[in-house]
């Protein structure tokens, strides 16, 4: 991160986090893709519906998830070997203390959530089995998301490729038993998923605890240190609050999407899973901007800085661009492949990827220059920005445009998203400039 080419670094450091993505997804995937062979489309919207309302609870806490990473990488850099090891060991219990709370709320909100989002009848107890089955492996969900952004700030992003790649293995292997076998429908999908996370959990709390440096992990140095634990609080919580109002107007739309019918949502589940393969190769990016710049900055390499950034924007707008358009050409035998009895909800999909899909890499800038302030420290201006140009825009649209009878339909919908991207990525941009205008003055002090 600190020297050599920088374009092939980023390249080489971002591959196994797109394949680390990827992996995570087709664990939802999976479950969409079992459901919809053997159970039919109505149990394929019960698991759609559940998307956003679980990003929406979980979002925060993977914000301190983000904090704890960009802690770890600016220390790395910095060559404080004392504040790693603080960050690690006070991750660790703030991410189980997370995860017990996301699962209370999950177990006991989930059909509050779920009617609120106006969720049909026909779905609603589906989904609230599924949620709260899924809501059970939520400790294991967090501490692999700590622990995968402890090592991805260090540099290893192989470690939680390999960790993934086995949970996914045991994910679609439980999926078909608890499925085909024992005939429990989405109750088998949510408890394979639940199951599947314990295994990537441990797997990366082993590989913490084999580590020779500052981030090797020891139970019994396990507490929760002061001054790292606000360090993680203030680059964390506006990062998981923007995640979370993120998810506040997904939920908003998916209500708009639910007034359509079980037969529009699952299309538009489908559609947004397929979409996710898209949008995490271009996350992936994002994660490379914020670590690569967290090192750099820790380690005064102000220089190297602005060409990190211009590296990943080049790059997440050819994988944005290539995957889009791929996504959108062979829409319709992959939306088959989750909804096979219904050539109405492929339509429906379809309709989604050609507004969303194909203008996909907008979110990826938008998502890489938000890393890139991250990884400056500057966590709370990203987060108004985006709450304005993505959240409010958004519920601002659903309440004015799409609310005229004349303009109720899906397309205006959708719409609000790519406008939402432009306007955001601007508004980030400009904020941009003026840090790198003070990090020159800096470069100019240190040399």
Not at 56 to 68: D, H, N
Not at 204 to 219: F, G, H, S
Not at 377 to 401: E, K, N
């Amino acid at each position: 991160m600190l020297e050599g080419p920088i374009l092939r670094n980023v390249i080489a450091y971002t591959v196994p986090i797109i394949l680390s993505g990827v992996l995570q997804l087709l664990f939802n995937a999976a479950d969409l893709v079992v459901v919809g062979q053997f159970c039919g489309s109505v149990s394929v919207a019960a698991v759609g519906a559940t998307g956003s309302i679980i990003n929406l609870i979980v979002t925060l806490f993977i914000g301190l998830s983000v904090g704890a990473g960009v802690l770890v990488a600016q220390g790395v850099g910095a060559g404080d070997a004392e504040s790693v090891r603080r960050t690690v060991h006070t991750a660790v219990p703030t991410a189980v203390i997370g995860g017990v709370l996301l699962t209370l709320v999950g177990l006991f909100g989930s059909g509050t959530f779920l009617r609120l989002m106006k969720t049909p009848e026909e779905v609603l107890g589906l989904s609230s089995v599924y949620m709260r089955l899924y809501f059970c492996g939520m400790t294991a969900n967090m501490l692999y998301n700590f622990g995968a952004s402890i090592l991805r700030a260090t540099g290893d992003t192989r470690g939680p490729l390999l960790y993934l790649s086995a949970a996914g293995v045991v994910n679609v292997i439980l999926n078909l038993f608890f499925v085909i076998a024992l005939k429990m429908n989405v109750a088998g999908v949510g408890l394979a998923t639940a199951l599947s996370q314990c295994v990537s959990a441990a797997l990366v709390l082993i590989a913490l605890t084999r580590r020779e440096d500052a981030c090797r992990y020891r139970l019994r140095d396990t507490r929760i240190y002061k001054k790292e634990l606000l360090g993680m609080l203030r680059i964390g919580v506006p990062a998981g609050i923007q995640g979370s109002l993120f998810s506040i107007s997904n939920v908003i739309i998916q209500s708009g999407v639910n007034s359509f019918g079980a037969v529009a949502m699952s299309g538009n589940a489908a559609a947004g899973n397929i979409e996710g393969f898209v949008y995490v190769s271009m996350n992936a990016l994002h994660q490379t901007a914020l670590n690569f710049t967290g090192q750099n900055y820790g380690a005064k390499n102000y220089g190297r800085i602005g060409k990190i950034t211009l590296s990943c924007l080049g790059a997440v707008t050819v994988v944005g661009g290539v995957l889009g358009v791929l996504g959108r050409l062979f829409a319709k035998p992959l939306l088959g492949i989750y909804v096979p009895d219904s050539p109405e909800a492929i339509a429906y999909g379809t309709l989604r990827m050609n507004y969303i899909c194909l203008p996909y890499f907008l979110c990826g800038i938008m998502d890489v220059m938000t890393g890139a302030l991250r990884g400056l420290g500057a966590s709370l201006v990203p987060m108004i920005i985006s709450v304005a140009g993505v959240c409010g825009f958004r519920i601002l649209w659903i309440f004015t445009v799409f609310a005229r009878p004349e303009t109720h339909t899906l397309q205006i919908l959708y719409l609000s998203y790519a406008i939402s991207w432009i306007l955001t990525f601007l508004a980030e941009s400009a904020v941009y400039l003026i840090l790198v205008k003070r990090i020159r003055r800096k470069e100019e002090v240190y040399g």
